[in-house]
């Protein structure tokens, strides 16, 4: 399957508790495969964890998660393809760019590591410092690995917290750009942000979360510009 062929994800009652404390209260959520969703609210509101169950990093303490085809059945079986990157790029700093995306696309079994990866860091603007250590990065260029990293399995879903993160201008243009051929080609998005700006602008749905809750949608009739104004976003 291609990202012609997405995914989408239904969240049936999410609650995620550590100990005491809520993260997510009662969460349901159907993103349509295809749909690009922005995912807006307060730091603490939940938006990091309601990825991380999505990505299955972490299991919610009750409700359900399902993967579901074009027409909202079910998937069983094989997992979609889904690429994430989390707040913190999660690459290794004693591999160059390229030894990190040869070693994530050798665990996935892709296909010609080497050639995947070399193509990938062209895309991100990276293939002059390919043989670079990423320690050597700045926080942009580490996120711009990130990004290559998810990007190796043609995701059917992406999921992104915060993909501007450390991005200069001609990042977020590069980002904006990506994420529109990825929506265009059928990929399903859901990304955290924090305000409006040319990826929010991506968004076919704004949702926002508040302590643990979901309290707007775009889908029954808020729009995306209040989705975060009343996020303080």
């Known amino acids: 399957m291609t990202p012609t ?11 995620k508790r550590y100990g005491g404390l809520f993260a997510l209260r009662r969460v349901s959520l159907e993103i349509a495969a295809g749909e690009c969703v922005a995912l807006a609210g307060r730091n603490g509101s939940g938006k990091t964890t309601l990825l991380r169950i999505a990505a299955q990093l972490v299991r919610p303490s009750s409700g359900d998660v399902r993967f579901t085809r074009a027409n909202g059945q079910s998937i069983d079986g094989a997992r979609p393809r889904t690429g994430y990157v989390a707040h913190a790029t999660m690459v290794y700093d004693d591999l160059t760019a390229e030894e990190n995306l040869v070693l994530f696309a050798r665990l996935q079994g892709s296909a010609a590591p080497a050639a995947l990866a070399e193509r990938l860091l062209s895309e991100v603007g990276l293939r002059e410092r390919r043989a670079s250590l990423v320690r050597t990065f700045s926080r942009g260029m580490r996120q711009r690995v990130a990004i290559a990293r998810a990007l190796l399995q043609q995701p059917q879903i992406l999921l992104l917290d915060e993909p501007g993160t450390g991005l200069d201008a001609e990042g977020l243009l590069w980002l904006a750009g990506t994420l529109r051929e990825l929506r265009d080609a059928g990929c ?3 990304m955290s942000l924090h305000g409006e700006s040319e990826i929010s602008a991506l968004a076919t749905r704004g949702v ?4 643990g809750s979901l309290v707007a949608d775009t889908r029954d009739g808020a729009e995306l510009h209040a989705i975060f104004a009343l996020a303080g976003a």
């Open 5 to 15: 062929d997405p995914a989408g994800i239904r969240f049936t009652h999410i609650e």
């Open 188 to 190: 399903t998005v859901l």
């Open 208 to 211: 926002r979360l508040d302590a």
